[in-house]
């Protein structure tokens, strides 16, 4: 379950992150490890990213897990990188 989300359109998963993108451009990041043994059916995420307004197409992070990008096809360059500092 993610918190807030109406339609989920993309999911990106590592073994500390799963970022969670919807239809109305807001990203959801959550610690994987406290998500999955959250005892609630809908935990909160750690960071809620609401930088592009259109569908959330694409979710990558990167192998060190520093960096995530989403992007959106609705819209020209709409991209936006995100560290996690």
Same mark, same amino acid.
Do not use: F, W
């Given at each position: 379950?993610?918190?807030?989300?109406?339609?989920?359109?993309?999911? =990106?998963?590592?073994? +500390?992150?799963?970022?969670?993108?919807?239809?109305?451009?807001?990203? !959801?990041?959550?610690?994987?490890?406290? /998500?999955?043994?959250?005892?609630?059916?809908?935990?909160?995420? =750690?960071?809620?990213? +609401?930088?592009?307004?259109?569908?959330?197409?694409?979710?990558?992070? !990167?192998?060190?897990?520093?960096?995530? /990008?989403?992007?959106?096809?609705?819209?020209?360059?709409?991209?936006?990188?995100?560290?996690?500092?």
């Amino acid at each position: 379950m993610d918190d807030g989300c109406v339609q989920g359109t993309s999911i =990106a998963t590592t073994d +500390k992150y799963i970022a969670c993108g919807s239809n109305c451009g807001i990203v !959801n990041v959550y610690d994987s490890v406290g /998500a999955t043994n959250s005892s609630s059916n809908c935990p909160q995420p =750690a960071k809620a990213l +609401k930088n592009l307004v259109t569908s959330i197409d694409h979710l990558e992070l !990167n192998h060190s897990q520093e960096l995530l /990008a989403m992007g959106s096809i609705e819209k020209d360059n709409a991209i936006r990188l995100v560290s996690r500092t």
